[in-house]
């Protein structure tokens, strides 16, 4: 053995250059310094500019949502409230909104997080008078008894999803410019308390509690992820837990959903109040392990209100069975872990806004997603909420898929930032 390798056994590749370099003089020295550099960069393209895995969830989700919404509302055209559509009507209406959200998520992607940060008090402000305009008489459209959707032509915008959107930079803004103020009540919870508030006022009006539940949490959520005391969050708790229990019993429409949310199959419950709940309940029964197969739900035959809306999980647990609705779950539990851990490198990274930002869409989707399926299994009273990426409806799926582009762009920008660039 010659003594190179006795004194050096394991640093084969670099003593050899030396040793090379040694012998053959300095071309062979800029040869191993051109292996070495090409070999960095061969290393560093592996680093993909975005999140492949989470794209594919979220691409995922939204093709099963379009096949199974045309298949809960393939049968609607036989019934009197839709005998003027066609079976295909609301399968050709989420193609085009899929169309729609995949061109303006594009768009959004392009944006700097920066820009969604400066501008977050405007677009939380012009989401307030949309609220409000949607009460104009004349300006905003009413279905099944709640006044929620502008017209736009092709679809129904409603402002309250939106909201959920503006909600999340709103408070994540405003979480990074009152951090020294968050053990304030006065300077700290107030503010947004009162913003809050103001929003909730607007959304009960419609009414649309379901959408009021998610903003709150979304505002506070992020909140508290921020740092804000937890003397003051957990009175924040209390005072969110009374507020709705004083809605509840002061209502006598949300009192009995409460009511039929407890005893479901009581007779009187089942035929009114309970009557969703319990029809969602007999799909999955019906679905056991592995379903009766694509189109073969007998719920959506009329029996099932808002099949194709908010009770789409029932419908996929009757037709896909546990092993879908198992599968569903894990799509959205992978995208809301890849959105938490987003966030996570942005503020490993001192981007406070975009962390939180990031944060926050991972409390929207999953949050939304974990109360819809609630509602579906009977877990949590009735609210009228979409599951996301996955119901039909023009204006969640457009919101949803600015929400995803966002958290897209943070994570490309965190990759920029890893791979020593400048944003």
Not at 319 to 338: A, K, N, P, Q, T
């Amino acid at each position: 053995m010659s003594l190179k390798e006795k004194l050096f056994p394991e640093n084969r590749l670099g003593l050899g250059r030396f040793w090379n370099f040694s012998r053959g003089g300095i071309d062979n020295f800029r040869s191993g310094l051109r292996d070495a550099v090409s070999g960095v960069e061969q290393t560093r393209s592996r680093m993909m500019d975005y999140d492949q895995l989470l794209v594919w969830a979220v691409l995922s989700l939204a093709l099963i949502g379009l096949v199974m919404v045309y298949s809960a509302s393939i049968t609607l055209a036989d019934g009197p409230k839709y005998a003027n559509y066609s079976s295909n009507f609301f399968l050709i209406r989420h193609c085009i909104s899929l169309a729609i959200a995949i061109g303006v998520g594009i768009w959004a992607f392009k944006i700097p997080t920066k820009v969604w940060d400066r501008y977050s008090p405007v677009i939380f402000g012009f989401t307030v008078l949309l609220l409000i305009a949607v009460l104009v008489p004349g300006v905003g459209k009413g279905v099944n008894g709640a006044k929620r959707w502008i017209p736009l032509g092709l679809m129904n915008f409603q402002p309250s999803e939106l909201m959920k959107f503006a909600a999340v930079i709103f408070a994540a803004s405003y979480t990074v410019q009152r951090q020294e103020y968050l053990h304030s009540f006065v300077k700290g919870m107030l503010p947004m308390g009162i913003a809050v508030a103001l929003v909730g006022g607007l959304l009960m009006a419609e009414p649309d509690m379901g959408a009021f539940v998610v903003v709150a949490l979304i505002a506070f959520g992020i909140l508290f992820l921020g740092g804000i005391n937890a003397k003051l969050f957990g009175g924040l708790i209390l005072v969110g837990l009374m507020s709705g229990a004083t809605m509840i019993a002061l209502s006598p429409f949300r009192r009995g959903r409460m009511l039929a949310f407890m005893d479901p199959w009581q007779v009187d419950n089942a035929a009114n109040k309970g009557y969703q709940l319990t029809h969602s309940l007999m799909a999955f029964g019906r679905g056991e392990w592995f379903g009766l197969g694509l189109g073969g739900s007998v719920e959506k035959l009329h029996y099932l209100p808002e099949a194709h809306t908010d009770f789409i999980m029932a419908v996929i647990g009757e037709e896909l069975g546990f092993v879908g609705v198992v599968v569903m779950i894990f799509l959205f539990y992978w995208i809301v872990r890849r959105a938490f851990l987003i966030g996570r490198t942005a503020l490993q990274l001192d981007r406070s806004f975009a962390g939180l930002a990031a944060k926050g869409v991972a409390i929207w989707i999953g949050w939304q997603a974990f109360i819809n399926m609630g509602v579906n299994l009977g877990l949590l009273p009735t609210k009228g909420l979409t599951l996301p990426l996955v119901s039909y409806g023009g204006s969640g799926i457009l919101m949803n898929a600015v929400a995803v582009a966002m958290l897209l762009r943070i994570d490309y920008e965190n990759r920029i930032l890893m791979r020593g660039g400048k944003l």
